[in-house]
């Protein structure tokens, strides 16, 4: 046999040992409690899949007859292609999932390769209040590993995609005006909206876009601005329907914080997104939202929402495990 | 507690400016000992580092905030929010080669003629990557990090990118800008969860600072 190149795993993987090891599955196990409680139960999908199923970040290979395979980049799209043809029309499910994803990522911003996920998927429920209990089972995970400070910013990708539509940009410009967004970099969204976009309705609410969070209370005057400054019937659904979700989350209570410029996300989402923060963790540790087209790639459209957390992460946090 | 990431050299008094009129004032001059973490007062510090790491600190959470040129932001992709253009340190990140060289006389038309790659020397090589493959001209990209003009003059590339500011050292070197890629200013940048996690402190200071 030929002596390893190496001694370490590959870039971007670890191995988990003894104490490590454990913590995660006490904390995996804390979630599927909760997750259980909640009426969500377990699927485990196959670690590789065909590789249409993800997109282009994932880890592909073509196997011996030539078909092009990946490994599972994202668990969203493999239980949505399960709800879609084994459990077809049995609506609504609950289900959840726990295990790795791998993807090809920037290795030197310090985003494992490998990550280890926990999440929850309701599908074939459209309202607000869907969306209001996953947002609540998501914060509850955080409790549930005893994280005690978090925030949960909410957003939805709705009125930024009517705001895009109603303001005719290209493609280059769309992604522009998202990246400065999403930066909260003001001076730049500003100079592209001056210089690239017609004045009016759209073009005002698109500044909207990059402000600071809300809390709750302070975000009805955020919403009525964007609601007044809504180009189109699209735009205004969006806002009212943020309103709705908000209205049925109200028991999550400070933690919660609206922030319209959540407008990054896999491509899937389509209302609600949202990222879940914890004291300690420099990045999100999770996040969600809806994904209402998903499933009728797999020929059976039915809405749905979800959240993921990032384990790796969250279980150095976590106090009970 | 609130971290900040203080660039070393030009921009450092600037900043400094800028937080002393916000109210955070470092408790000894940076850079006047050997010190590396700084405090101000008992709810602020200072970590004083190459303004080409801050994207880095702050993108990990050693620093909640940071002050560093637009360069660094976009060379470092490093994921963060940038709210605040501070307007000072400015100038251009640009393409310079030899006055009397071909890619001077015709900037990149005509790239394809010398039947090899062109070879690009830069601090910046991301940016510089991305510059030359939006054009489609494929480029030998050599890192360097330091005296970049050198490498033009001396026969180790056609051309550089380099941040340019008054323009002096490339006319003292025979150097002339034939494009420039990005301008550049100082930006304040924002650790996405510190952001979240320390809203009510960061707020008021993010107006402050941005009013001068």
Do not use: W
């Not at chain 1, 490998?114 to 309701?122: S, W």
């Not at chain 2, 070393?8 to 006047?32: C, M, N, T, W, Y």
């Not at chain 2, 003292?172 to 320390?198: C, F, M, P, W």
């Amino acid at each position: 046999m030929l002596l390893p190149s190496t001694k370490a795993p590959p870039q971007g993987t670890q191995d988990l040992l003894f104490e490590a090891a454990r913590r995660l599955r006490r904390c995996e196990a804390t979630l599927a409690q909760l997750f259980e409680a909640a009426g969500f139960g377990e699927v485990i999908p196959p670690s590789i899949e065909s590789a249409d199923v993800f997109g282009p970040e994932a880890f592909r290979a073509l196997d011996r007859s030539g078909h092009l395979l990946a490994l599972r980049a994202d668990f969203t799209a493999q239980v949505a292609r399960i709800a879609a043809t084994r459990l077809a029309g049995v609506s609504p499910l609950r289900l959840y999932y726990r295990g790795s994803v791998v993807r090809e990522g920037a290795a030197e911003s310090g985003i494992p390769r490998e990550r280890l996920q926990a999440g929850c998927e309701l599908v074939g429920a459209a309202g607000p209040e869907a969306d209001a209990e996953i947002l609540s089972l998501a914060t509850r995970s955080l409790h549930a590993l005893g994280l005690a400070d978090t925030r949960v910013s909410v957003g939805t990708v709705g009125y930024f995609a009517a705001l895009i539509s109603a303001s005719k940009a290209g493609e280059r410009l769309t992604r522009a005006l998202s990246d400065a967004i999403d930066r909260k970099d003001l001076p730049t969204l500003r100079g592209l909206c001056e210089k690239e976009v017609a004045p009016g309705k759209a073009r005002d609410a698109l500044l909207l876009l990059a402000r600071p969070p809300r809390s709750q209370e302070d975000a009805q005057s955020l919403l009525q601005k964007a609601a007044q400054l809504a180009p189109s019937a699209d735009a205004l659904q969006a806002v009212e329907r943020l309103a709705a979700t908000l209205a049925q989350a109200k028991s999550l209570g400070a933690e919660l914080e609206v922030d319209l410029g959540e407008v990054r996300g896999l491509g899937y989402y389509t209302g609600l997104v949202f990222n879940l923060y914890a004291a300690g963790a420099p990045r999100p540790v999770g996040g969600g939202g809806r994904y209402d087209t998903l499933l009728g790639r797999f020929g059976d459209p039915r809405p749905a929402v979800g959240f993921s957390l990032e384990l790796d992460a969250l279980v150095p946090l976590a106090a009970v495990c | 507690m609130l971290t900040i990431a203080l660039p070393k050299g030009r921009l450092q008094k600037p900043a400094l400016e800028r937080f002393a009129a916000a109210g955070i004032v470092p408790d000894e001059e940076p850079g006047s000992s050997r010190k590396l973490i700084v405090p101000a007062g008992v709810s602020a510090r200072f970590l004083v580092l190459k303004d080409g790491d801050v994207p880095l600190y702050v993108e990990r959470g050693a620093a909640d905030i940071g002050v560093c040129g637009l360069d660094q932001v976009l060379e470092s992709a490093a994921d963060l929010l940038s709210p605040i253009d501070f307007g000072f340190g400015r100038c251009r990140l640009s393409l310079a080669a030899p006055r009397d060289s071909r890619i001077a006389r015709d900037a990149l038309a005509d790239a394809g003629e010398l039947g090899r790659s062109l070879r690009i020397a830069s601090k910046y090589p991301r940016l510089a990557a991305q510059f030359f493959a939006r054009k489609g001209v494929p480029v030998d990209l050599v890192k360097l990090s330091g005296s970049v003009e050198l490498a033009a003059v001396s026969g180790l590339a056609d051309a550089i990118v380099d941040l340019v500011e008054s323009g002096r050292t490339l006319e003292e070197n025979g150097l002339i800008v034939v494009e420039d890629l990005h301008q550049i200013t100082a930006r304040l940048v924002v650790n996405r969860a510190s952001y979240r996690l320390k809203l009510t402190t960061l707020l008021p200071l993010l107006d402050k600072l941005e009013a001068p």
